[in-house]
């Protein structure tokens, strides 16, 4: 099972390594250790994470449960639980980050396309006598670019493609612009830009869609946006890049400042092999720093910290139950040791005591009542085939010397003594005569 883990863990850092992420913060926990244990979501699905010591120690800020941020995380497998988890190495506010994050990813991905080599670069001409601009017309950037031509050589004319280089739909507006002057072909060099701003301000220059229309620009392109320490991803696609628009302004005016330019082309073509290969090599520096991360004690130490934090929790948990199970005990023994006092014990019987005897005399009553109603049943019964009944209703039975009943003249004779019983005695007779009645 370990080393199922290990390889899993080796392959999501070789497979997955370094990413940026923006979501909520679901859960934080803060150990005494000084790590933070998080979990990062989205309206779908939640990560664990975790951030040791030696990296939020760096942060300026302090997130909270809630909080939108922004995290660069390694992505690994904690091996004791066998789950995947993010190791977080910095964080910062998802908004702060968000242009930044998007110009690196789109960095990234016109280098992979070669629209950053200089070998797709074109060279200004040696002799330039008409230069487009596109920017704002009414900006600080057009009165700069006018000032110092004005200066240098007057003699160079300047066409204006007007258009907004701030806001929504303005990187759309800058493609048109660079393309109108590309099928007009009235210019010599075209030089695009504007004044410093902040990042959101400069944003439609490090646009997808400005990007293309300087890669498809037949016209060699200067761009010249913000300051000199603002990059753009237009300054990294154009031809040749200006520090402001007054450097582009003094780049295409004067002899003197075309052997700058080639200068300056030739110091980029040096900056941007030496930044090839230096991004060569940190590429290889990045593999072989992941590979010894991997195997540095360090993190075998995080590790074991957060086992550590994690059986400290569930040790916690583990007394606090058993704390509760142990007063629920004590409890329930109170409440059963009340239950069994010698004074409810006798109460208790007493009442069964009193209920039973109620039980007998109700049972006995009910007995008694039975065999009465049951024996005046049967006397009835008795009653109606009774002789005694039958006397009391005008009949009589007649008996000879032997006590035999009298069914028929055929028992009788002439001169026979018989008795005859009736409801309140008996009479002693003599048969005269005994024949068959007729009606």
């Known amino acids: 099972m370990s080393q199922l883990n290990q390889h899993v863990s080796q392959l999501l850092s070789q ?8 979501a909520e913060i679901g859960q934080l926990t803060r150990a005494a250790s000084g790590h933070w244990y998080l979990t990062l979501k989205d309206p779908s699905s939640q990560v664990r994470c975790a951030m040791f010591r030696m990296r939020n120690r760096q942060l300026s800020w302090q997130p909270n449960v809630g909080d939108a941020v922004l995290v660069k995380a390694q992505v690994g497998l904690y091996a004791p639980r066998g789950e995947y988890q993010l190791v977080i190495d910095a964080m910062q ?54 000032t110092v031509m004005a200066r240098r050589d007057a003699s160079v004319e300047i066409v204006i493609y007007p258009t907004a280089v701030q806001g929504e739909g303005a990187a759309e507006q800058i493609a048109v612009q660079i393309a109108l002057a ?51 991803i237009a300054d990294l696609v154009a031809d040749l890049r200006a520090a402001t628009p007054s450097a582009a302004a003094e780049l295409v005016t004067s002899d003197a400042e075309h052997r700058l330019q080639a200068f300056n082309n030739m110091i980029n073509r040096l900056n941007h092999a030496w930044r090839h290969q230096q991004q060569i090599h940190r590429l290889a520096l990045s593999q072989l720093s992941q590979r010894l991360e991997r195997q540095h004690p360090r993190l075998r130490i995080q590790q074991q910290s957060q086992r550590a934090d994690e059986l400290h929790f ?118 005269i005569t005994a024949g068959k009645t007729t009606n």
């Not at 997808?208 to 000199?228: C, D, M, Y």
């Not at 001169?415 to 048969?431: A, C, M, N, P, W």
Request: hydrophobic share 40%; aromatic share 4%.
């Open 15 to 22: 497979q997955i390594g370094t990413i940026w992420l923006e």
């Open 93 to 146: 506010p998802a908004g702060i980050g968000r242009l930044q994050q998007a110009f690196e990813q789109m960095k990234r991905a016109l280098q992979q396309r070669g629209w950053f080599d200089h070998e797709r670069k074109q060279t200004l001409p040696e002799s330039i006598r008409k230069v487009g601009v596109v920017t704002s017309a009414s900006g600080a950037a057009v009165h700069d670019i006018l």
């Open 314 to 431: 569930q040790l916690q948990q583990a007394m606090q139950k058993r704390l509760e199970h142990s007063k629920s005990r004590q409890l329930n023994g109170h409440h059963r040791l009340s239950a069994q006092r010698p004074s409810l014990i006798l109460d208790r019987k007493r009442n069964q005591l009193d209920s039973l005897n109620k039980r007998l005399s109700s049972a006995l009553s009910q007995r008694l009542q039975q065999q009465q109603n049951r024996l005046a049943v049967l006397a009835a019964k008795l009653n109606v085939v009774s002789p005694l009944a039958t006397l009391s209703r005008g009949y009589s039975i007649s008996r000879n010397e032997k006590q035999q009943v009298i069914r028929s003249i055929q028992q009788v004779s002439q001169g026979q003594k018989l008795i005859t019983l009736l409801e309140d005695g008996q009479i002693e007779s003599t048969v």
């Open 182 to 232: 590309n099928r007009r072909n009235e210019v010599d060099v075209l030089v695009v830009g504007r004044g410093g701003g902040s990042l959101e301000d400069l944003w439609c220059f490090n646009t997808e869609v400005v990007a293309a229309a300087i890669i498809n620009s037949r016209l060699p392109i200067i761009s010249a946006v913000g300051h000199e320490v603002d990059v753009s």
